[in-house]
């Protein structure tokens, strides 16, 4: 079966760290192209980081740039989103994707939710003092 699923959201203060984990469960993790996107209230899903299935090649929306870092543990089929220097703008919920497709992850990440084939639950990340 199928299944992805994010942890590790919560809230923190600004200029504060998270690290979120994707699980994910009968997948090969670089079969597929990764990508972590966030939804804040009243907003369209954008998307935040990307993993090419192509060549492990990662992008960052300008927003995160420098301050957050996507990687992926094949062997534990977990995805991370390394989150330092957290602001209040990037309170959002987080959802974690993969697709099956080599072309969706670009520099910078774009909104295609269509691309993505599986999606995670998603999990709240709140920047607040």
């Known amino acids: 079966q199928l299944q992805l699923g994010e942890s590790g959201g919560g809230l923190v203060q600004p200029g504060g760290s998270l690290r979120l984990s994707c699980a994910t469960s009968?997948?090969?993790?670089?079969?597929?192209?990764i990508g972590w996107f966030r939804q804040a209230p009243g907003k369209e899903r954008e998307g935040v980081s990307c993993?090419?299935?192509?060549?492990?090649?990662?992008a960052y929306a300008d927003s995160v740039k420098g301050r957050f870092t996507i990687s992926r543990d094949n062997a534990k089929n977990t995805v991370y989103l390394q989150m330092n220097s957290l602001k209040p703008e990037d309170t959002a919920v987080y959802y974690c994707?993969?697709?099956?497709?080599?072309?969706?992850?670009?520099?910078?990440?774009?909104?295609?939710?269509?691309?993505?084939?599986?999606w995670g639950q998603g999990t709240q990340v709140t920047v607040s003092s």
């Open positions: 009968g997948f090969t993790l670089d079969h597929y192209s």
């Open positions: 993993i090419s299935r192509t060549d492990g090649s990662t």
């Open positions: 994707a993969l697709a099956q497709s080599s072309y969706v992850c670009y520099d910078p990440p774009t909104g295609d939710v269509w691309a993505y084939d599986y």
